[in-house]
């Protein structure tokens, strides 16, 4: 197929091209954390037109010396603040934490593919 997204160790090809009807199923679901770096910080406040420090009062949680983006509410589950659902997208994709934009090739997925094969319909097992 083309286009899909490989990556070395994986037992699964990656098609981008199912996002355009996905809906944001990576970004709801079970509570999680979506760690952000300092430069993801300092990007995603500009890109909100934001301060530093008023993002991160508004937007981040503090866990022991990390940061992670606040959650909602959302269908029984909760999703990331970030996620519009009216649209059913990320409102900061441009500048999204590399968390997501790693997704679905985390570590833990490359022994529970089914999770990741549940969650997202772009998976296709090789």
Do not use: H
């Not at 037992?11 to 996002?19: E, I, M, Q």
Request: aromatic fraction near 16%.
């Amino acid at each position: 197929m083309d286009g899909l997204m490989y990556q070395e160790g994986f037992k699964y090809a990656f098609n981008p091209k199912a996002c355009q009807s996905c809906e944001g199923k990576c970004c709801i679901g079970e509570s999680g954390y979506i760690w952000v770096s300092q430069e993801e910080i300092e990007a995603i406040a500009e890109k909100l037109l934001l301060s530093k420090e008023s993002f991160i009062n508004n937007y981040l949680l503090k866990i022991r010396y990390r940061f992670t983006i606040k959650e909602i509410a959302y269908e029984g589950g909760y999703g990331c603040v970030f996620f519009d659902r009216e649209k059913k997208m990320c409102t900061i994709y441009d500048v999204r934490p590399s968390q997501c934009r790693t997704f679905p090739f985390w570590e833990y997925f490359k022994e529970n593919i089914d999770e990741v094969v549940s969650e997202c319909p772009g998976i296709i097992r090789l």
